[in-house]
């Protein structure tokens, strides 16, 4: 079946550092991959997606390519703000519509 | 409209009792899941509807859980006779068409405590 393997956490970062958060995945056929966000007391949110391999997905500074072929879809930024401090998820969307999440990496970005 | 919504945002049940779970989706989506996201863990499926049939109830974890959507639109998660490991957020999203690569939107969610 589907699963998702995601960098463990907690990650601390100073302001302005760079943030990479490792997911790999297991899958048949051509999923979809997602990364979601959880910002304290809200809701999980749609950060970025890459729905082929080769795609990039970017958002508010945030970027994954999705690589086939070392089955990864890594998020990157180049500085990150106290404001991402956040839970993430990678999750993958397969052929049976639901999605299926890694375990989450809680991010602290302090001053 | 506005985004999913559920309620209630909070419940606390005794074990043994019968609770029920409510989500309204984004108005139009003919697509709605229902997850279960222990204390942290990311979310696991528990079941998928397109419009009023429940097409997919493979994640659900026994028999006492139930969830039904029977105008296509407000769905109800139910847990009959709960248990501690019960306690949970349980998540309701919604999408378009339901399609691999679309975007689920996700509610707030209800957290459940089981005591």
């Known amino acids: 079946g589907n699963s998702v393997t995601q960098m463990e956490g907690p990650v601390t970062l100073s302001e302005e550092a760079f943030l990479t958060i490792n997911c790999t995945y297991t899958a048949t056929g051509y999923p979809s991959l997602f990364w979601y966000v959880q910002y304290p007391g809200e809701g999980l949110q749609l950060l970025l997606k890459?729905?082929?391999?080769?795609d990039k997905g970017s958002n508010k500074g945030f970027e994954a390519t999705y690589r086939k072929e070392t089955t990864s879809f890594h998020l990157e930024k180049g500085s990150v703000q106290v404001s991402d401090s956040a839970v993430y998820f990678c999750a993958l969307g397969g052929s049976a519509r639901q999605l299926t999440f890694g375990s989450g990496t809680q991010l602290t970005v302090l001053p | 409209g506005a985004g999913v919504s559920q309620s209630p945002r909070y419940k606390v049940a005794k074990r043994g009792q019968d609770v029920a779970l409510r989500c309204d989706p984004i108005s139009g989506h003919v697509s709605l899941f229902w997850y279960q996201q222990a204390l942290g863990q990311g979310p696991e499926f528990l079941t998928y509807f397109q419009n009023e049939a429940q097409l997919d109830k493979s994640g659900l974890p026994s028999d006492r859980f139930f969830a039904e959507r029977p105008e296509g639109s407000v769905s109800t998660l139910k847990i009959q006779r709960t248990q501690q490991e019960d306690s949970a957020v349980y998540l309701c999203?919604?999408?378009?068409?339901?399609?691999?690569?679309?975007?689920?939107?996700f509610g707030p969610g209800t957290r459940l405590l089981v005591l």
């Open positions: 999203a919604s999408s378009l068409v339901g399609s691999l690569r679309e975007t689920q939107y």
């Open positions: 890459a729905t082929k391999a080769d």
